[in-house]
């Protein structure tokens, strides 16, 4: 028993000293923090909040709009030598890649990623995912059928009921494309015939949440937290995650190569891929790229995502071509 007690009693000191150690390393960080993110305006707010409550030494200022301006914004500040940012924090990492492809990022090799999803971060750890929102099927909870798989949709019994976001308008919807097209079960092929079958491409996400929401369509390419938020305040909606997978954006953070305060970025990418900072994520409703702390209270127990290979780095090449193919198709 006297042993038993030694060995809790060392335990506990050794808790209490890295304990100490953390809170003082987090007190040597100091100064002002630069962060452009693409978050919605409540989530950028819990997360600076949640982020000085770990670093209150650290000041936060933030420019918070969409990826779209958030990155035109820094290409204009790029082209006048003077990028202000130390940190981003954004949507997908198609631009992420971009950025590194362009030499912008700074890599972090030291950075904590145990655990996180198989392909949620670069190899080369110039950017990481904070999370998994990943593209499946929504439903009007009225509509005759339910489908099971991706192949389902382009079936002729779904003609003229889906709706899906536009790849010119949504980065989630430009790297479902990216990542559709090169699968031998999908490919081109597959929205050929959904166009085929009348599908409509609208701008965004939300355009597609409401037109399934409201009955217009019966059947919707959608996020999934936007569709089981929708369902848990009394909409007629259900998301069935597809048998073939479902591909995901990870809204990275990642380090400027010119960023003025590296301490505080390193610390700042740090807080979002430690336990804290993926609950963080969690309670605000999204799958969190660490699965071992929970997952968010919408999530079905039970369900196992599969998700899609993405090579980013080809999305990236194929981008451009990519959404030409599509806008001819579609329409703009």
Do not use: H
């Amino acid at each position: 028993m006297k042993s038993a007690s030694r060995r809790s009693f060392i335990a506990a000191a050794i808790v209490t000293v890295l304990v100490a150690a953390t809170t003082a390393a987090a007190q040597d960080v100091k100064g002002k923090l630069v962060l452009y993110t693409s978050q919605p305006e409540r989530d950028a707010a819990q997360t600076v909040a949640a982020f000085r409550k770990a670093y209150p030494n650290v000041d936060v200022e933030v420019f918070r709009s969409g990826t779209t301006e958030v990155m035109g914004k820094l290409a204009a500040e790029f082209a006048g030598g003077q990028p202000k940012p130390d940190v981003l924090l954004i949507a997908d990492a198609a631009s992420m890649e971009s950025l590194k492809n362009d030499g912008r990022l700074q890599p972090y090799r030291e950075a904590k990623v145990d655990g996180l999803a198989a392909g949620s971060f670069d190899t080369d750890r110039t950017y990481f995912g904070s999370k998994l929102i990943t593209t499946g099927i929504a439903v009007n909870t009225g509509a005759k059928s339910r489908p099971t798989s991706w192949a389902d949709l382009a079936k002729p019994e779904y003609k003229g009921q889906i709706a899906m976001p536009s790849p010119l308008y949504s980065g989630a919807a430009a790297i479902m494309l990216g990542t559709m097209t090169t699968r031998s079960d999908l490919g081109w092929k597959y929205f050929e015939q959904l166009k085929a079958d009348d599908a409509v491409a609208v701008r965004g996400n939300g355009a597609v949440l409401n037109a399934v929401a409201n009955g217009e369509k019966a059947y919707g390419v959608l996020v999934d937290f936007m569709a089981f938020n929708a369902k848990a305040k009394g909409s007629p909606i259900d998301f069935i995650f597809p048998a073939e997978g479902l591909p995901a954006v990870t809204e990275p953070v990642a380090i400027l190569k010119t960023a003025q305060n590296p301490a505080a970025a390193r610390a700042f990418v740090d807080f979002i891929l430690s336990d804290d900072g993926q609950k963080l994520a969690a309670s605000m409703g999204y799958i969190p790229a660490r699965a071992s702390v929970g997952m968010p209270s919408w999530y079905p127990a039970g369900t196992k995502i599969n998700l899609m290979p993405t090579d980013i780095a080809k999305v990236v090449q194929s981008n451009s071509a990519n959404l030409q193919r599509f806008a001819e198709m579609f329409g703009k």
